[in-house]
């Protein structure tokens, strides 16, 4: 009986043996499985974000005209243009003596001279003008003028609009909407919209693009009645802009 209990023994300890190396295969076969559908998973995953990235940047460089798509382009884009065309006039022309300017509105709006002392005076500034000192800072900037072919400043009464056609990339557009404000006796420039062709951006990187440019030209040309007044205020019309200012000085300008 002895001899035979033994070998009963030795029979389940083989079982047992061989029943754990079925289990270890069978759990080896289930990780090998995992690996492959992670893998599998992650190749279906890459192709599903490459898929979505290229349609971005496809809807973008369409969008924005910077590269014609396709079929594509025919569905997402519309040449811009502007709200109007403006006048164009030399740069020579829009550089006359801005103090004249001021003593011209002085002599029409006062009696006399002292009553001006305190007084409020609108300076008016066209479109033509605007676009005329804007397009002289580009042809002054050799990296600006390598890359613009054509730019102009529309005025409206609730905003300017800039219009800039690029040379390259070809056929490209860059539109700003605009309001200038006076703050602490200088103008800055608000961006209310910015598009590329007809995608719009987000406002901020149209702030960055402008500002340092026109807000230079909009100071430029305010700057020589300064010594004469403080600015109090600037409102728009249909072509022009107009900037009130606060006259405290007469000295200089008679």
């Not at 030795?10 to 079925?22: A, C, M, R, T, Y």
């Not at 040379?167 to 919209?193: C, G, H, M, R």
């Not at 693009?209 to 205020?233: H, W």
Request: charged share 20%; proline share 4%.
């Amino acid at each position: 009986m002895t001899r035979i209990e033994t070998e009963n023994k030795k029979d389940g300890i083989v079982d047992d043996l061989q029943s754990e190396i079925n289990k270890l295969k069978k759990g080896l076969k289930k990780k090998q499985n995992r690996r492959i559908l992670g893998c599998g998973s992650c190749i279906i995953a890459f192709f599903i974000f490459a898929i979505l990235l290229s349609s971005f940047v496809s809807y973008f460089l369409a969008k924005s005209g910077i590269v014609q798509i396709p079929y594509l382009s025919d569905f997402l884009y519309k040449e811009p243009k502007p709200v109007y065309i403006v006048e164009t006039i030399y740069y020579e022309e829009s550089q006359k003596d801005p103090l004249l300017m001021l003593k011209d509105n002085l002599l029409g709006s006062f009696e006399t001279i002292n009553n001006a002392l305190n007084s409020k005076v609108d300076l008016q500034f066209s479109d033509s003008k605007l676009t005329s000192l804007i397009s002289e800072q580009v042809r002054q900037n050799k990296s600006l003028n390598n890359r613009i072919d054509f730019l102009q400043i529309a005025v409206l009464p609730q905003n300017l609009e800039l219009f800039i056609k690029l040379k390259n990339p070809q056929n490209t557009y860059l539109i700003f909407e605009i309001i200038p404000k006076a703050q602490n006796n200088k103008i800055e420039l608000e961006v209310i919209s910015f598009k590329i062709g007809n995608l719009k951006m987000p406002n901020f990187i149209g702030k960055v693009i402008i500002a340092p440019i026109g807000e230079k030209v909009l100071n430029m040309i305010i700057a020589p009645f300064l010594g004469f007044g403080k600015i109090q205020d600037m409102g728009l019309d249909y072509g022009r802009i107009y900037v009130k200012v606060l006259i405290t000085s007469l000295q200089g300008l008679f």
